[in-house]
């Protein structure tokens, strides 16, 4: 009964489970209550590679800045006459290179998480809102039958 409807189910898998009656067990409400869940799955992964996609863009932005003020620092430095001008354009280049990359570092780290925490809340509260629904639903259909 099954294997025969299987290949017969379209874009939805779920026609599988219309042929399967138990009593008091709304189908309907459960499949729509998945159903919601997958779409809530689904805009969290659209958010999530939108973060991907501004990550990447804050790399590269960072990497530009890098590189320019790689430059700046190396006409500086070979414009430096004395060691000791040397010395310290380096050191100071150093300590503002390490300060920015710890910057640029905290600041990707905290949208990232940031992004994680709303998707995982956004996901949960859809999760829990649909669950609870079929439930209710579920419950009220049982007591009328």
């Known amino acids: 009964m099954v294997a025969g409807n299987f290949n017969s189910m379209g874009a939805n898998p779920f026609k599988l489970f219309e042929q399967m009656k138990l009593p008091q067990f709304d189908y309907d409400t459960a499949i729509s209550a998945c159903c919601k869940n997958v779409d809530a799955i689904s805009e969290a992964q659209k958010k999530a590679m939108e973060m991907i996609s501004t990550v990447s863009q804050m790399q590269t932005d960072f990497a530009r800045s890098a590189i ?67 439930k209710e639903t579920m419950k009220a259909s049982s007591k009328k039958g």
Request: zero cysteines.
């Open 68 to 134: 320019q003020e790689a430059g700046q620092f190396m006409k500086s430095f070979t414009s430096a006459k004395t060691l000791e001008e040397k010395t310290q354009l380096h050191r100071d280049a150093m300590k503002d290179g390490v300060e920015k990359f710890m910057s640029h570092s905290r600041g990707v780290a905290e949208k990232l998480t940031k992004s994680h925490k709303d998707m995982t809340a956004h996901v949960g509260k859809s999760w829990n809102e649909n669950m609870k629904h079929a």
